[in-house]
Structures are given as C-alpha cells and as structure tokens.
T-cell receptor, first 113, second 113 residues
C-alpha cells in the first residue's frame, strides 16, 4: 500500500524555467511533509518542509504548496539551475506515529542547459 | 553536510551471512531511525530507536534488529542475509518535536551475493 505517491518518475526542464514536482498521499494522519534531494550513493538532503496547518512555505528558489483537501503537495523550483538535477523525494510523517518518514518513489529531475 | 556518519560505506556479503552497520547521530539528536532503499524505490522505514529503546518498527522481519548506545549511536544487524537485502541502508538522526530536523547519513551500500 503506497501511502505517498510520486507519479512522475522523471521530469526534464530547461534551465531558468520553473520545475514543478508533484506528490500525492492517502493517509489522513499525515500532518508534516518534507522534500529531499538525493544524489546517487548519497543520503537524502533536506530541502524544505511544510506543516499541515499551512498551505505554502517558501525558502529562496524553493516553494512547497499543500492542498489538504486533495491530499496533494507540490515543490516549485524557480529558476531551475543545472545543479538542481537529482532525484527528489517527497516524505510524510504523522505526529502520532513516532514521526517516522514515509517516502514516495522519487522523481528524477534533469535540468537542460 | 550533516553530522550523521555511517560505516562502512560499502559491504559485500554472501547469502546466509550476518552483517552489522553503524551510525553516529548528529550532536544534540537522541533519536536514530534506519531505512532501506532498494534500487529505484524510496527509502522504507525499518525501525527507530529513542533513548536506547525501540520506538516503532516497519514491515521488516525479526532478523533485522538494532541497538542504540548511551551516546545515541546505533547499530543495525541483519541475520541470515538474503539476496533481496541488497540495498542502500540509511540512518537518520532527529529529536522528537523538531520535525524539520531529520538528517540522513550517506548510507551503507550492501550487496548480497
């Protein structure tokens, strides 16, 4: 049972344009969401997070939007840079669940120079 | 770069053997979680240790076991290795209530032949 889904395995975006990565979840108990960036043979690196009491959080070029009614979140990267090329994972946690992270399967983002 | 360190970085074992992976948590963090990331998948939660006690477990068999030490470092032990145990094993360090601070090590790449 995949509780966190990233339906796009890959995405290619021109440098300077906006990258939009999507994530859907099914568990209503999830109340905190995180995005991680990962390079091969390295651990995930934290990018940005959002609590379920908010619908938007912004940090520099990265913005995460949360639509609780649709159980959907998205990560916007603007402008996209070549260094953004990596695999992006969406993760979710529930306060009443020892805050363990449930991850999606990832989206490979390629920025085209 | 996080303060979470894992050893070894790579390991090759044969089916039926036993393996121990190690993790040192970030300073100030008292919780360690272990994740298994198979090729092409997102990390899957194995278990979590908080103050030297197991604090939640994912869908993994009992041959996956762990320990946490008074300095909050941790070990993951896997007995009777199977071919499907080949994966990247990730350690994450955190503290309860500080949900944006979940930092991962670079992982141990385990290959079972």
């Amino acid at each position: 049972d995949q509780q966190v889904k990233q339906n796009s395995p890959s995405l290619s975006v021109q440098e300077g344009r906006i990258s939009i990565l999507n994530c859907d979840y099914t568990n209503s108990m999830f109340d905190y969401f995180l995005w991680y960036k990962k390079y091969p043979a390295e651990g995930p690196t934290f990018l940005i997070s959002i609590s379920s009491i908010k619908d938007k959080n912004e940090d520099g070029r990265f913005t995460v939007f949360l639509n609780k009614s649709a159980k959907h979140l998205s990560l916007h990267i603007v402008p996209s840079q070549p260094g953004d090329s990596a695999v992006y994972f969406c993760a979710a946690s529930a306060l009443k669940g020892n805050e363990k992270l449930t991850f999606g399967t990832g989206t490979r983002l390629t920025i085209i120079p | 770069e996080t303060g979470v360190t894992q050893s070894p970085t790579h390991l090759i074992k044969t089916r039926g053997q036993q393996v121990t992976l190690r993790c040192s948590s970030q300073s100030g963090h008292n919780t360690v979680s272990w994740y298994q990331q198979a090729l092409g998948q997102g990390p899957q939660f194995i278990f979590q240790y908080y103050r030297e006690e197991e604090n939640g477990r994912g869908n993994f068999p009992p041959r996956f076991s762990g320990l946490q030490f008074p300095n909050y470092s941790s070990e993951l032990n896997v007995n009777a290795l199977e071919l499907d145990d080949s994966a990247l094993y990730l350690c994450a360090s955190s503290s309860p209530g500080r949900r944006e601070e979940v930092f991962f090590g670079s992982g141990t790449q385990l290959s079972v032949l």
